[in-house]
């Protein structure tokens, strides 16, 4: 078998991976596009590994390591992703710029479109 087949499907596998991290919206869709990356390098790792005759099989066993961190990173992705799901009630990763909790800003701070004060809605309370 020749080494190009499985580095041009592996060239492929990361190409879609990238496109799907830099083009999609939901996190989700993210973390599936990094995993694709990750099997794209594990594809690459035993590739090369068959090729080279590797007497310790080291791209097999680096393969096992990437496999381990990749699971992980998913367990770790899928936990934040839902925990930022049910605090801010969505997934699209345009909206989730600023990850601090009350973070808002002042309407009528130094961010204030012409200097405009904010408008006073509070209601005095007297005693």
């Given at each position: 078998m020749h080494l190009a087949y499985p580095a041009v499907l592996a060239a492929l596998l990361f190409c879609t991976g990238l496109y799907g991290v830099l083009a999609r919206r939901n996190a989700i869709l993210v973390l599936m596009s990094v995993e694709l990356m990750?099997?794209?390098v594990n594809l690459n790792l035993v590739a090369f590994d068959v090729w080279l005759r590797d007497a310790l099989h080291a791209g097999q066993a680096?393969?096992?390591f990437t496999i381990a961190i990749a699971a992980a990173e998913?367990?770790?992705g899928l936990a934040i992703v839902l925990m930022v799901y049910r605090n801010r009630g969505t997934s699209?990763?345009?909206?989730l710029r600023d990850t601090a909790e009350?973070?808002?800003?002042d309407p009528g701070g130094p961010d204030a479109p012409n200097g405009t004060p904010a408008?006073?809605?509070q209601s005095e309370v007297t005693a």
């Open positions: 990750l099997n794209a680096l393969t096992l998913i367990g770790i699209d990763v345009d909206r009350g973070h808002e800003p408008p006073n809605n």
